[in-house]
């Protein structure tokens, strides 16, 4: 354990990401310092937030500068410690660090990983980590489902939106979801429980949701923007709500996108619109994460990892967030789990 693998951000993409916006280089690792950690990363979270982070754009993070690490977080495993209260073995949630094989944290800000029997270790970046978070105050902070009520999610079968989609089930409400594929429309009806799912690429969505919600829409969990959001603010019902947990479809733009078209409807409808960032949650997540665990071991709550295989592969495979071919959490694997 003498070097280590790190991706850095060598060029601000335009567009798509592209070969030599960023480079994997290896380097010699210095000396663990006082009461720091070294974490070999074992999955790397792949996020829309990532792209975000790679433009020099207005975010509610700076962006990572040319020629430095690239931002990132995942699970990973302790490998050496000089901070007695997180000893070797130890397995933590990265936060906010970088794209590397082995990340040295300072031991007092570890986020030490609860062992639960029989949860896999995937599930601390799905429903019991920041993706499930985001949906779980997304819609229940913002969105305030009750019984009834009409909850659209856009991009559902992502990490995002298949765990939306069932909360909102929980609580009682009629769940119709968009995603791109027959597969992904199967899996959210059969495994997710959705009521109803609708293939954007093959289907008319607005004749859809109205054959979908007969009742109009009560709750639209938008993470998707663009074309389909137009078609969905246009069957808002009256104090409709809209928590904007992104807009994916419009990060590789690079000749600025257009806002809805119909806006005036979230007048005309007195829609509560509310765009968050889940790093407002931070100090509520033992909350989240309490009702989360729940369900899961209840059987409530489904969830897949899209999991591709090795480091050198980290780049091309955050493109399969934007060309839709994942299904739920995507991760790309550095290294194997403990035994």
């Given at each position: ?17 592209a070969?030599?916006?960023?480079e994997?280089?290896?380097e ?21 937030t990532?792209?975000i ?77 920041a993706?499930?978070m985001t949906?779980?105050f ?11 009520d009409?909850?659209?999610?856009s ?61 109009g ?11 389909i ?10 104090f ?44 509520r997540?033992?909350?989240g ?26 780049p ?11 299904l739920?959490k ?10």
């Amino acid at each position: 354990m003498t070097t280590n693998q790190i991706w850095y951000l060598r060029k601000r993409p335009v567009g798509k990401l592209a070969d030599g916006d960023l480079e994997l280089v290896t380097e010699e690792m210095a000396p663990l310092g006082p009461d720091m950690i070294r974490v070999r990363t074992i999955y790397l979270s792949l996020d829309p937030t990532n792209r975000i982070w790679m433009s020099d754009m207005d975010g509610y993070l700076p962006p990572v500068p040319i020629d430095n690490p690239m931002r990132g977080g995942g699970i990973g495993i302790v490998e050496e410690s000089n901070f007695d209260d997180v000893p070797v073995g130890t397995l933590i949630n990265t936060g906010l660090s970088t794209w590397a094989m082995y990340n040295d944290i300072p031991g007092g800000m570890a986020s030490v990983l609860p062992s639960i029997p029989g949860v896999p270790l995937t599930a601390y970046m799905g429903p019991l980590g920041a993706t499930g978070m985001t949906a779980y105050f997304g819609l229940m902070d913002i969105g305030k489902p009750k019984e009834g009520d009409t909850l659209v999610v856009s991009a559902a079968a992502g990490a995002v939106g298949s765990m939306v989609g069932q909360i909102g089930k929980i609580h009682g409400c009629h769940v119709v979801g968009i995603a791109g594929s027959d597969d992904k429309c199967k899996w959210l009806t059969e495994e997710a429980g959705f009521d109803a799912a609708i293939n954007y690429k093959t289907e008319d969505v607005g004749a859809a949701l109205d054959k979908r919600c007969p009742n109009g829409i009560d709750i639209n969990f938008e993470s998707v923007g663009g074309e389909i959001m137009d078609v969905v603010i246009a069957r808002l019902n009256d104090f409709s709500r809209m928590p904007l947990c992104g807009l994916i479809s419009t990060y590789n733009d690079t000749d600025g996108s257009p806002g809805p078209t119909n806006f005036a409807n979230l007048l005309m409808r007195r829609t509560t619109l509310r765009g968050f960032i889940i790093l407002d949650y931070f100090d509520r997540f033992p909350e989240g994460a309490q009702a989360m665990a729940g369900w899961l071991m209840e059987g409530r709550i489904k969830f897949e990892t899209d999991v591709v295989q090795g480091i050198e592969n980290a780049p091309a495979s955050l493109e399969r967030l934007f060309t839709g071919a994942n299904l739920g959490k995507l991760a790309v694997q550095f290294g194997p789990e403990p035994d």
